[in-house]
């Protein structure tokens, strides 16, 4: 079982910057490096959609089209932290927004985790 809690979230202008955490914590096998960790979204009447993730073994990372260039996702496998950084921020990325961990290929398909996230809007 991994316990993922999210922090961060707020209200910010047009523009501005944000950076949130993920904390994990729990009994999430040897290694939390072995996790798939992700961003994902999720705005009012849409459906949650991937913002970002990132593997540790290689460092590859993935971004959505829409925050390409303007979000980095990381992570801290000593303290199992996991990053967004949010800089350029546009109302339309306004949204709930939800930690994932994803240990399947290790510890079979039920290894799968959500925080349960934190509100970002961006307003001016």
């Known amino acids: 079982q991994v316990h993922l809690v999210e922090s961060g979230g707020g209200l910010v202008q047009p523009g501005g910057s944000l950076r949130l955490s993920c904390a994990a914590s729990?009994?999430?096998?040897?290694?939390?490096?072995?996790?798939?960790m992700s961003w994902y979204r999720q705005a009012p009447g849409k459906e949650r959609e991937l913002v970002a993730d990132?593997?540790?073994?290689?460092?590859?990372?993935t971004y959505a089209d829409s925050v390409k260039g303007r979000f980095s996702i990381s992570r801290d496998n000593v303290k199992n932290m996991l990053y967004l950084q949010m800089n350029s921020l546009k109302s339309e990325d306004t949204a709930t927004y939800f930690c994932?961990?994803?240990?399947?290929?290790?510890?079979?398909?039920?290894?799968?985790?959500w925080g349960q996230g934190t509100q970002v809007t961006v307003s001016s």
């Open positions: 994932h961990a994803d240990g399947s290929a290790w510890y079979g398909p039920d290894a799968k985790y």
């Open positions: 729990g009994r999430h096998g040897p290694y939390f490096s072995s996790y798939v």
């Open positions: 990132i593997i540790t073994q290689d460092g590859k990372t």
